[in-house]
């Protein structure tokens, strides 16, 4: 039966040994990871039209570390959507995102991208650029995703996860408008969950019992959920290394970490288990008559 005496002697143990561990860490090589937590798409592939569309300088959009280059789509005039140039990024060299993962992608255009969304679709995609997850997103299912920059011609989308596997992103300027049109595709990333130095936690109510974010990064901000996908926060926003176990934490929680408090990443589980505070002892003398 676990007591706070036995809780108190595991969590020394467990303390020891994440020191030793995180020691051995330092050592092994790190990911490529660009501005913060950012893992970026790294491969790709493009499609076009042929004689009516094109895809200029289409390595561009994955030339890390540079993120200022960009490829760069174009259409001519034609009807119904017909006519279409594609770029696909994929995640190969680096680690893949999960199904759970928000993934972010930077576009452009010589206009304001608010009249332009509806030659624009993007989607995600598993295996190559003809392998499409759905939902796909288009005109103002664009405009709800958009975040824009400056005069409107920059902007990026953050497509929140629906539980699809998915590997990829993948951009198309097409013909919808009846338009001739010219966008361009920056890049695509999504930002590495929190590290936790514990995720399964039995806690002593009133103990002040904190738990490390290993792969902290400064700047950005971190929140607490009641579930996977969607929720409700628990508690403010976390800006440090360290935060306390409240005493009304009991369950399964999700940890989320944010830059810029705009693009968040997919949430790492946390199971709290909290015992209750003993309670006073009670004492009743008695008189003994020998």
Same mark, same amino acid.
């Given at each position: 039966?676990?007591?706070?005496?036995?809780?108190?002697?595991?969590?020394?143990?467990?303390?020891?040994?994440?020191?030793?561990?995180?020691?051995?860490?330092?050592?092994?090589?790190?990911?490529?990871?660009?501005?913060?937590?950012?893992?970026?798409?790294?491969?790709?592939?493009?499609?076009?039209?042929?004689?009516?569309?094109?895809?200029?300088?289409?390595?561009?959009?994955?030339?890390?570390?540079?993120?200022?280059?960009?490829?760069?789509?174009?259409?001519?005039?034609?009807?119904?959507?017909?006519?279409?140039?594609?770029?696909?990024?994929?995640?190969?060299?680096?680690?893949?995102?999960?199904?759970?993962?928000?993934?972010? *992608?930077?576009?452009? &255009?010589? @206009?304001? !991208? =608010?009249? /332009? #969304?509806?030659? +624009?679709?993007?989607?995600?995609?598993?295996?190559?650029?003809?392998?499409?997850? *759905?939902?796909?997103? &288009?005109? @103002?299912? !664009? =405009?709800? /995703? #958009?975040?824009? +920059?400056?005069?409107?011609?920059?902007?990026?989308?953050?497509?929140?996860?629906?539980?699809?596997?998915?590997?990829?992103?993948?951009?198309?300027?097409?013909?919808?408008?009846?338009?001739?049109?010219?966008?361009?595709?920056?890049?695509?990333?999504?930002?590495?969950?929190?590290?936790?130095?514990?995720?399964?936690?039995?806690?002593?109510?009133?103990?002040?019992?904190?738990?490390?974010?290993?792969?902290?990064?400064?700047?950005?901000?971190?929140?607490?959920?009641?579930?996977?996908?969607?929720?409700?926060?628990?508690?403010?926003?976390?800006?440090?290394?360290?935060?306390?176990?409240?005493?009304?934490?009991?369950?399964?929680?999700?940890?989320?970490?944010?830059?810029?408090?705009?693009?968040?990443?997919?949430?790492?589980?946390?199971?709290?288990?909290?015992?209750?505070?003993?309670?006073?002892?009670?004492?009743?003398?008695?008189?003994?008559?020998?």
């Amino acid at each position: 039966m676990w007591t706070c005496g036995v809780v108190n002697h595991l969590f020394m143990n467990r303390l020891c040994f994440l020191q030793i561990f995180c020691g051995l860490l330092s050592l092994w090589p790190t990911v490529q990871v660009c501005l913060g937590q950012r893992i970026y798409a790294d491969t790709q592939k493009s499609d076009a039209t042929f004689l009516l569309a094109s895809v200029s300088n289409p390595a561009e959009a994955v030339d890390l570390p540079d993120t200022t280059n960009f490829s760069t789509l174009n259409v001519t005039l034609g009807a119904l959507g017909l006519i279409y140039a594609r770029q696909n990024l994929q995640f190969i060299d680096n680690p893949k995102p999960t199904r759970y993962s928000p993934i972010i *992608a930077k576009i452009g &255009s010589n @206009s304001s !991208l =608010l009249t /332009l #969304l509806g030659g +624009f679709a993007v989607q995600r995609t598993k295996g190559g650029i003809n392998s499409t997850v *759905a939902p796909g997103y &288009s005109g @103002s299912e !664009l =405009l709800n /995703l #958009l975040n824009l +920059f400056g005069s409107g011609q920059i902007g990026t989308l953050v497509f929140l996860p629906d539980g699809n596997d998915f590997d990829g992103i993948r951009f198309e300027v097409n013909s919808l408008l009846n338009l001739a049109l010219t966008a361009n595709y920056y890049y695509a990333f999504y930002i590495a969950m929190p590290i936790l130095s514990e995720s399964n936690l039995t806690v002593c109510e009133g103990a002040n019992r904190a738990v490390t974010i290993s792969n902290f990064q400064p700047g950005y901000t971190y929140q607490l959920y009641t579930t996977q996908l969607g929720g409700t926060q628990v508690g403010s926003d976390i800006t440090t290394n360290t935060f306390i176990i409240q005493d009304n934490w009991n369950g399964s929680y999700w940890l989320e970490a944010r830059e810029g408090n705009i693009y968040p990443s997919g949430r790492t589980p946390l199971t709290i288990t909290m015992l209750p505070r003993p309670g006073k002892p009670h004492l009743t003398i008695r008189n003994v008559i020998n």
